[in-house]
């Protein structure tokens, strides 16, 4: 294959089956472990802010959200210890490609579910420390920056690459 240059491209590894699922699960296992070390850490603070004081304090819409939001922690915590769990039951079953296929899915929910989680953290914290409406417009200016950081490139590689094939 050439590029636009003349250039001579690589089509790719050469690896077996079992090679590229191998690889792809280590690539996996790294990121998960890059966002799971964040998620523990938020939820675990978002575990005490019930057993605070000020907790009492706060508007039933505040207790709402601040549920909603844990709830939302709990299931991203769970979508990327998924992975995990999946492997550690499928080992020896030899279907490593399927299982890449179903923990690659796990941990894409994963980071939508943070993003929810991270959302709804932003919302609740801004609307205490702002007390003005001002924070949900600051929360969507947020969520659009990491839409566009967690989202952006790899849609515009994806799109640039499909348009090469």
């Given at each position: 294959m050439e590029s636009a240059g003349g250039q001579q491209i690589p089509e790719g590894r050469h690896e077996?089956?079992?090679e590229r699922a191998?690889?792809?699960?280590?690539?996996l296992l790294q990121e998960v472990r890059v966002i799971q070390t964040g998620v523990q850490i938020l939820f675990g603070f978002l575990l005490t802010v019930v057993f605070t004081p000020r907790?009492?304090?706060?508007?039933?819409?505040?207790?709402?959200?601040?549920v909603v939001t844990v709830v939302l922690g709990a299931a991203t915590t769970g979508a990327l210890i998924g992975p995990v769990t999946l492997h550690r039951l499928v080992t020896g079953r030899r279907i490593k490609p399927e299982t890449v296929l179903w923990a690659s899915w796990m941990a894409i929910a994963g980071a939508?579910?943070?993003l929810a989680t991270v959302t709804s953290v932003l919302l609740l914290i801004l609307r205490v420390a702002?007390?003005?409406?001002?924070?949900p417009?600051?929360?969507v200016a947020l969520v659009a920056w990491f839409l566009?950081?967690?989202?952006?490139p790899?849609?515009?590689?994806?799109?640039?690459?499909?348009r090469q094939m």
């Open positions: 077996s089956v079992e191998d690889r792809r699960w280590n690539e907790f009492t304090t706060l508007s039933q819409t505040d207790k709402t959200i601040y939508l579910l943070l702002m007390h003005n409406s001002a924070a417009w600051v929360v566009l950081c967690w989202f952006g790899p849609t515009w590689a994806r799109y640039r690459n499909a």
